[in-house]
């Protein structure tokens, strides 16, 4: 029990810093389809032939 009592403090003291790292890591990717998606979206503006 006490092993066990040990491993889940030490998920609470890496569960911050993991939670801050999978965030930062979720808004790196949601902000690269976003600069996908705008880009895509400037080229179908830009030329309506390749938008079909």
């Known amino acids: 029990m ?3 009592g040990k491993m ?3 998920n ?3 569960g ?3 939670a801050f790292r ?9 902000r ?3 600069i996908v998606v ?3 979206l400037i080229e179908a503006a ?3 032939a390749a938008g079909t």
């Not at 999978?22 to 949601?30: F, N, V």
């Open 38 to 40: 705008a880009s895509v």
């Open 8 to 10: 889940l403090g030490r």
């Open 22 to 30: 999978r965030l930062k890591r979720h808004l790196a990717r949601t």
């Open 2 to 4: 006490k092993r066990a």
């Open 32 to 34: 690269w389809i976003a």
């Open 12 to 14: 609470i003291e890496n």
């Open 46 to 48: 830009r030329c309506p």
């Open 16 to 18: 911050r810093a993991g």
